[in-house]
Every structure is written in C-alpha cells, then in structure tokens.
C-alpha cells in the first residue's frame, strides 16, 4: 500500500486551525488556573508549527523556556521600559522584551 499524497498547502492550512485552537485553548486553561495543561498545549501547538512548517498564530505570547502561555494581568507582568514591553514569566522567572515604537523616532 502507497500512503496517499496531500499537497503541502492543505497541510498547512490543517496545522495553522489545529495551532490556533491548541493556542485558544492553552490561554483558556491559564485563565482557569490549570497551568500543566497550558503548558501541554503550547507544547503541542508547537509541535504542529514545526510539523506543518507554519508560524505561530500572531499575538500568541508564551514563555520560550517553559512554555507557559502569557496572559496579561492572569499570570504575568508586563511593564513598559524605554522603548520595550517588558513580560516576566511568573513560573520561571524568564524576561521577554519586544519593541513598542513602530514609527521613526524624531
């Protein structure tokens, strides 16, 4: 038996619905305060994203270094500091910082 051939595009399409549910449903289970299930769904989530070589879903925040998907004002702190928001893991105590300015300085 031959396996049946599946074009890439719909592979694709099938990983980036099956990411954003798993990214969905990972916020949600934080919101309730069920941390392993969380992190397992970012886990999986990014599984998918490695298999079906597509992104993360856009505005989807999680800790690189455990996973755990970063909620403001649920389980993390985020601050504003010189051009940067500034997210602290509360498990693991990781820094994630990204710019805020988009336009041109003057």
Known sequence: MTAKHV??????S???ERSETLARLSV???RDENGERARRY????RAVCAKARV???????????CNTPLV?????TVRLRGGRIVSAC???GAVRREPYRTGERE
């Open 28 to 30: 949600e289970a934080a």
């Open 72 to 76: 403001p004002g649920v389980n993390c």
């Open 14 to 16: 099938i990983g980036r």
């Open 42 to 45: 970012v886990e999986l989530s």
């Open 55 to 65: 992104r993360m879903p856009g505005g989807f925040r999680y800790c690189r270094r």
């Open 90 to 92: 509360p498990h693991c």
């Open 7 to 12: 074009p890439r595009n719909r592979i694709r």
